[in-house]
């Protein structure tokens, strides 16, 4: 059971550069999320996922983009990095009250260490 | 907007000494409620979850919580705690119908042997 996965786990990039992170679950969970987490601020939401083609904006949304063209995949990107994006990236799942988990729980992946020059 | 506000950011003890972490949250309805817990390097795992029923809630590793409404609070507890507990623990809502979880900005615990 992979459960929930992100890659890559660590990422240098220079300013500008557009940067895409993976994420993939194998639970088959309608909801999806992306977070940052910074010293702080704890984990702050960039954007969420309902379902497949349902998407929208969390916290602090500005500067990423995200798709969700099938179910178990939410790519998160960086159009053009900037040094403020420099974060550890946390991908999340979790199902509805009729799939396999805890309802309202929220899975983590191990993160992606994303350093901007 | 909802919002959750943990008052210590960095606490040390001793092992064998109590812990309490505070944890306050804003929004006056139903609320779910949750402990993470991030040991160095890793990632997030849920230390224990409240959704109803009894207050007290006893999670993983000997952790425990107590759900007070009327105080808007969720402090996690544990009677003795070890080197190994040195973690950033998270307090976290979910609240009404959404599904997002919004985060405290954690507080770095430190046990010395």
């Known amino acids: 059971d992979a459960g929930i996965t992100q890659s890559p786990r660590y990422k240098i990039t220079e300013t500008g550069r557009q940067v895409t992170l993976m994420c993939h679950q194998t639970?088959?969970?309608?909801?999806m999320f992306w977070y940052r987490q910074d010293l702080g601020h704890g984990l702050r939401l960039i954007y969420y996922?309902?379902?497949?083609?349902?998407?929208d904006k969390g916290e602090v949304p500005d500067g990423y983009v995200v798709s969700r063209s099938k179910t178990e995949n939410f790519p998160l990107t960086l159009e053009s990095a900037t040094r403020s994006q420099t974060s550890v990236y946390f991908c999340?799942?979790?199902?509805?009250?009729?799939?396999?988990?805890?309802?309202?729980?929220?899975?983590f992946g191990p993160g992606t260490r994303l350093t901007v020059l | 907007a909802q919002s959750v506000s943990q008052h210590n950011h960095h606490v040390i003890l001793s092992e064998a000494a109590s812990l309490e972490l505070g944890c306050n949250y804003s929004?006056?309805?139903?609320?779910?409620l949750f402990w993470y817990v991030q040991y160095p390097g890793q990632h997030l795992q849920l230390l224990l979850k409240?959704?109803?029923?009894?207050?007290l809630v006893k999670g993983i590793k000997g952790f425990e919580a107590e759900f007070i409404k009327s105080k808007f609070s969720f402090n996690l507890r544990k009677p003795s705690v070890q080197w190994s507990d040195t973690a950033e623990y998270f307090c976290?809502?979910?609240?009404?119908?959404?599904?997002?979880?919004?985060f405290g900005s954690g507080t770095q615990l430190t046990v010395l042997p």
């Open positions: 929004y006056g309805g139903t609320v779910n």
């Open positions: 409240y959704f109803s029923g009894d207050p």
């Open positions: 996922s309902a379902a497949a083609d349902i998407t």
């Open positions: 999340a799942s979790h199902g509805t009250s009729g799939e396999k988990s805890s309802y309202n729980e929220q899975f």
């Open positions: 639970w088959s969970h309608s909801y």
């Open positions: 976290a809502v979910i609240s009404g119908s959404a599904r997002q979880l919004t």
